[in-house]
């Protein structure tokens, strides 16, 4: 039970740094979290990393196998998010076996480049970010909300 209540804590401390993340940005400026795609990034890119997920990412992070967090899934990717992307990359490409499982470089793939494994990593990432909820929803954080002034 005391575990799960951590989980919630790491994840909860996680939400909130990544919404900490966009605070100090000049007016009008929106900065989004260190692992969030970035506006640089088009959303031909984005599929990329969705067509090599598909393709070879999905096979265990579908449905968790070997430990692998599911894809959407917030509580699996919380501490690992809080990792960011530079760890999630290297163990991507380069592999990992950890406590909770373990990670085949490149998904067991070798022939996806280091630019498509990265893809697919900011692909699961950008899917599984917590999102904001609440009455404003996602209008909250959105890069064309007008300004406006309390009387």
Known sequence: ??????????LAVSALLALLSGCGSREGEITAPSTV????????EISAGEKVYRNTCSIC??????????????????LRLAQGNEILYV???KG???SKGSMPSRGSNAKLSEGEVKAAV????WYSMPKPHGPFGSQVFSATAKQFTIR
């Not at 039970?1 to 790491?10: A, E, L």
């Not at 795609?37 to 031909?44: F, I, N, V």
């Not at 900011?122 to 990432?125: A, I, R, S, T």
């Open 122 to 125: 900011d692909y699961m990432v």
């Open 96 to 98: 990992y076996r950890g």
């Open 1 to 10: 039970m005391g575990n799960v209540v951590m989980q919630k804590q790491v």
């Open 61 to 78: 992070h579908r449905l968790g196998l070997k430990g692998a967090p599911r894809l959407g899934d917030q509580e699996d990717w919380a």
């Open 37 to 44: 795609p970035t506006a640089a990034e088009s959303p031909k």
């Open 91 to 93: 163990h991507a490409v």
